[in-house]
């Protein structure tokens, strides 16, 4: 019998943190020198207890919880994050304007599935998001590479040059994964003024929004006129209220291409899920205080990898975007980053994920970066992993 396959689909490389959980499979880590793994931007800690309690509280007493619900999501919780962002960002976004998906990684495949078809072509500066990446693949999607070089932040008149007749929208993510660099609100606004004058989509990926260094509005975007023809915004509650497993996110973006979604988001999972829903609504309304703790301490993390990385630099490691729940960096060594990756989890005990996973391949900057996801080691297990790097 012949197996008939999705060319596309084998020609889309398999989930990075997977291969990379594969290379701790079956290696003995000493009791003196535990794994420190920063492969996976994802908390490990569950919610909090009081979020616990409250979500335990709907699967036994609100029965709709175990029910299908709206294909776009709980209204309430449309609502709180309309209004919320409005606060935020000062704009007037209404609750018909806000889906909720399962994930962020689902609302990108939706509103993908709105703007593009085989054949079109997204831009995606680089090192890029590798499921944004995967998703284009999967469809046939060109994924221009927009390379940012030092400093990771892309250019625009970069970006304008790679415009062509198939360009159907440009996607950033910002604060960035894997590069950690927030973008600067006039950088956003530039990307917003070329896609607007070029009549293609502005996806902007704001997962890590919560744990933006910056206290004011990290843009101004949705506070530009008919800013809902061009910008598409995505965001995700699995860090925020850690419910990774609960899968639950958003999309902001117009009442017509909200339309043309609910197709994609009822064929693909019908509605989110209930229990994330009502989770996320409860984190939302209740939580404020706990968040900012949260930040507080992602930024702490932050300053300590900041802190420590003079060690590094002066045996020839560069930094080059430090934020959210990562940093970039360059290593020193004549060696492939992917080599170097596995080498590291055998000689110092320590998993981060490799440049060549963020880039196309034979992009040679991936071979010299490595992406550190700090935010589940506190300030004594970054100062081990420093301790360990210094010794590679
Ligand atoms: C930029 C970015 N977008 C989306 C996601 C996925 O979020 P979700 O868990 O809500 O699907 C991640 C998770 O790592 C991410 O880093």
């Known amino acids: 019998m012949i ?44 919610p909090p207890t009081a979020l616990r309690e409250a979500m335990a509280q709907f699967v036994l007493e609100d029965d709709e919880t175990h029910l299908y ?8 919780l449309r609502a709180e994050v309309a209004s ?9 976004i209404v609750e018909a304007e806000v889906a909720i998906t399962s994930g962020c990684n689902q609302a990108f495949a939706a509103i993908i599935s709105t703007l593009c078809a085989a054949g079109d072509e997204v831009i995606l500066p680089t090192p890029w998001y590798f499921n944004h990446k995967m998703w284009l693949d999967m469809g046939a ?15 625009v008149k970069a970006a304008a040059a790679l415009i062509t007749s198939k360009t159907r929208a ?26 607007q004058t070029r009549g293609i989509a502005l996806i902007v990926d704001e997962t890590y929004r919560d ?38 996110g958003a999309m902001v973006t117009s009442m017509a291409r909200m339309a043309e979604a609910e197709k994609f988001l009822d064929t693909v999972a019908i509605c989110p899920n209930q229990l994330g829903q009502r989770a996320a609504l409860w984190g939302m309304q209740n939580l404020e205080e706990w968040l900012g703790e949260q930040r507080s301490e992602i930024l702490a993390r932050r300053a300590a990898i900041d802190a420590h990385f ?12 430090n934020g959210a729940y990562f940093a970039y960096v360059t290593h020193p060594f004549d060696e492939r980053s992917d080599l170097l990756a596995q080498r590291m989890v055998h000689d110092i005990g320590v998993l981060c994920l490799p440049g060549t996973m963020f880039v196309p391949e034979g992009d040679p900057s991936g071979d ?25």
């Open 368 to 392: 010299k970066s490595l992406r550190i996801a700090f935010a589940n080691i506190d300030a004594q297990g970054i100062a081990q992993l420093f301790e360990r790097m210094e010794t590679l």
């Open 211 to 248: 744990f933006d260094s910056r206290t004011d509005a990290p843009h101004d975007l949705f506070t530009r006129p008919d800013w809902e023809q061009t910008l598409i915004q995505l965001y995700s509650f699995s860090k925020a209220y850690r419910l990774t497993g609960h899968r639950v």
């Open 84 to 92: 919320q962002w409005n606060v935020a960002y000062g704009g007037d």
């Open 170 to 195: 440009i996607a950033l993510v910002s604060p960035n994964n894997p590069g950690g660099v927030e973008y600067p609100s006039e950088l956003l606004g530039a990307f917003f003024d070329l896609c």
């Open 141 to 155: 999607i060109t994924a221009t590479p927009l390379e940012t070089g030092d400093g990771l932040l892309p250019d």
């Open 69 to 76: 619900g709206p294909v776009l999501g709980l209204p309430d």
């Open 310 to 321: 003079p060690k590094l630099a002066a045996k020839g490691w560069k930094i080059q975007g």
């Open 3 to 46: 197996m008939q396959f999705n060319p596309n689909i084998m020609a889309t490389f398999p989930p990075p943190v997977m291969e990379a959980r594969r290379w701790i499979e079956g290696v003995e880590f000493p009791a003196d020198r535990p794994l420190i793994n920063v492969s996976q931007a994802a908390p490990v800690d569950p």
